[in-house]
């Protein structure tokens, strides 16, 4: 069982950054694939980012492809995303998931355990 908690959403302008985090409980973080999936009102949820057990080897959507970055350190249990150049269509709730799996995978449908989400709205 897993469980995590994001933290680190607000309120930005367009053109700004912020940076997600995502707590995760247990002793065996490293042995789980993390991803960042976002859910804009009204929408589907879709992925955004994955980063393998060892967080050497991500995976973005070509949306955020160069202007977001994914990174994890175990020793802390955490995993980050960072995002920069925001626009204002990646206002969404986004949610942090742990995959039981070495590597990630861009399917909601692949990931066990959800955090709650947090909030990220970017004005123009």
């Known amino acids: 069982q897993v469980q995590l908690v994001e933290s680190g959403g607000g309120l930005v302008q367009a053109g700004g950054s912020l940076r997600l985090s995502c707590a995760a409980s247990?002793?065996?973080?490293?042995?789980?694939?993390m991803g960042w999936f976002r859910q804009a009102p009204g929408k589907e949820r879709e992925f955004v980012a994955h980063i393998n057990w060892s967080g050497g080897s991500s995976y973005y959507a070509d949306s955020v492809k160069g202007r977001f970055t994914i990174s994890r350190d175990n020793a802390k249990n955490t995993v980050y995303l960072q995002m920069n150049s925001l626009k204002p269509e990646d206002t969404a709730v986004y949610y942090c998931?742990?995959?039981?799996?070495?590597?990630?995978?861009?399917?909601?449908?692949?990931?066990?355990?959800w955090g709650q989400g947090t909030q990220v709205t970017v004005s123009s």
């Open positions: 247990g002793r065996t973080f490293r042995r789980y694939a």
């Open positions: 998931a742990a995959r039981n799996d070495l590597s990630g995978s861009v399917y909601t449908h692949g990931y066990a355990y």
